[in-house]
């Protein structure tokens, strides 16, 4: 008896030791080839190549224009170069809106004493009358402001949505959060009270001359109801409210020539290498292609297109062969629609496809933080045993907390998705504004993001996500 309970001691042992031993191999292999990862990103990345030429080429790249189908045609032809085993086009229909000639603002504080400030219409607005609109204007903090001020002291005035983005916030997306509502909805809920126009200042936190574009809605307001609405830049905004405090009496001044046309035909922009053991199961890695107009889109979200671009582009390029199939999705009309993401999801569930994993990346090519996901538990809890790999690089954020736009759709009990998330400080200093420029993105730290997104890809692919 003693001797068999020393054999089997020793057989334990012995398991004990193969299992610590291949443990330690196989982490040693993951630090080895994220680390390859991370070399073929800073040094034969092509990331920045390719935003270039979407930025100072194409430009910006709204929905339903010729830049978008520019950009659409460009990035297919990149990702053909690529040797991948499968690219494509995906129709789908989007919005088609045109903001026409400049928009052109200023408020008076007595007959023929004027100041110009600096405006731009929100996308999806109507346009003003063609000699523009002029009345008094009603200060507000808020969408709760409204009905404290009634019809009475609304009706026939433009309302000046005012609230800023709370600095006291280090996650900027939260301040943002905090009130886009007012630029969401403020049209809508202003017409309740026989509002002719809004204007909203800027989702930005710092203090410029750049008004900030971006979606509005309507609701389901008929066309004669609708009103023109437009952003303010926030040092315009300070201007005017503190004029407004010594002259309650000026009035305001705007002038737009937006259009919406009837939907239009584009494509999402897709392409895949084949999983070699695990072929039905899908990851997919994505940013939108379509930008607003104002600037060049190059942190919003030309950055998460090329990042996603140069997922497969490493792994091509360090001769990894995945055991599920990568898939890059290029989505159309993040901005004003979702059309892109939800006709992606809408023909995955028709084709009956297994998707196990999403990552987006649309919060800019700033330097990367970490992820946030959204999925199981049991997901997560695996993908937290992968953080020490990642900390060499400085990326020390993996928490619960949503994923992105455009893979929402995809959601169901069994999917995991995720997003990267950059620091995101001076993020909304150039969100759906002018400068949203090619010159205003570091080269290194849009590498940086796309080594990451390719490493996480990476684990996710090698040893799966059970739920």
């Known amino acids: 008896m003693k001797i068999n309970f020393e054999v089997k001691r020793t057989i334990k042992l012995g398991i004990f030791c193969l299992f610590f031993v291949q443990a330690a191999w196989s982490q040693n292999s993951d630090q080895e080839q994220i680390k390859r990862i991370y070399?073929?990103?800073?040094?034969?990345?092509?990331?920045?190549?390719?935003?270039?030429?979407?930025?100072?080429?194409?430009?910006?790249?709204?929905?339903?224009?010729?830049?978008?189908?520019?950009?659409?045609?460009?990035?297919?032809?990149?990702?053909?170069?690529?040797?991948?085993?499968?690219?494509?086009?995906?129709?789908?229909?989007v919005p088609k809106w045109v903001r026409g000639i400049p928009e052109f603002a200023y408020f008076e504080t007595s007959p023929g004493v004027t100041t110009n400030v600096p405006i731009t219409a929100l996308g999806g607005s109507v346009a003003t009358p063609p000699n523009g609109v002029k009345s008094e204007v009603v200060e507000v903090k808020g969408l709760e402001d409204l009905a404290a001020l009634g019809e009475a002291q609304i009706k026939g005035k433009i309302v000046f949505y005012n609230r800023p983005m709370d600095p006291t916030f280090i996650n900027t997306f939260a301040s943002y959060s905090g009130c886009v509502d007012q630029r969401y909805t403020g049209a809508m809920e202003a017409v309740k009270y026989g509002a002719i126009g809004i204007i909203v200042r800027s989702m930005n936190l710092r203090l410029d001359d750049y008004p900030h574009t971006g979606s509005m809605s309507y609701g389901d307001l008929p066309e004669n109801k609708k009103i023109p609405a437009a952003a303010i830049s926030t040092n315009a905004a300070e201007l005017l409210s503190a004029t407004l405090r010594l002259n309650p009496n000026i009035k305001f001044y705007f002038k737009q020539n937006c259009k919406q046309f009837a939907d239009v035909e584009s494509y999402n922009v897709i392409g895949e290498i084949k999983g070699s053991t695990h072929p039905e199961e899908i990851i997919v890695v994505g940013g939108h292609l379509d930008s607003w107009d104002l600037g060049d889109g190059s942190h919003d979200d030309g950055a998460g297109c090329v990042q996603s671009m140069e997922v497969l582009q490493i792994f091509k390029k360090i001769g990894y062969r995945p055991k599920r199939t990568i898939r890059v999705v290029l989505f159309m009309n993040e901005e004003n629609g979702l059309r892109g993401g939800t006709e992606y999801a809408n023909i995955a569930k028709e084709n009956n496809e297994k998707h196990i994993f999403g990552l987006e990346s649309d919060s800019g090519g700033f330097t990367p933080r970490g992820f946030t996901f959204d999925g199981p538990e049991s997901s997560f809890e695996k993908i937290m045993g992968w953080k020490d790999l990642f900390e060499p690089y400085l990326i020390h954020l993996f928490e619960m907390g949503g994923s992105g736009a455009d893979i929402g759709p995809l959601k169901n009990e069994s999917i995991t998705l995720a997003g990267l998330r950059p620091d995101s400080q001076r993020y909304f200093d150039y969100h759906h504004a002018e400068?949203?420029?090619?010159?205003?993105?570091?080269?290194?730290?849009?590498?940086?993001?796309?080594?990451?997104?390719?490493?996480?890809?990476?684990l996710v692919d090698k040893y799966g996500l059970t739920p």
């Not at 100072?56 to 709204?62: A, D, E, F, K, V």
């Not at 224009?65 to 129709?91: C, F, H, R």
């Open 39 to 93: 070399d073929v990103a800073l040094t034969q990345g092509k990331s920045y190549d390719w935003l270039n030429y979407l930025s100072n080429q194409i430009g910006g790249r709204l929905s339903g224009s010729i830049q978008a189908q520019q950009a659409v045609n460009y990035t297919k032809q990149e990702l053909d170069s690529l040797g991948l085993d499968k690219v494509w086009l995906q129709p789908v229909m």
């Open 435 to 458: 400068n949203d420029t090619f010159e205003q993105v570091n080269k290194r730290e849009l590498e940086l993001g796309a080594a990451s997104m390719t490493s996480l890809v990476y």
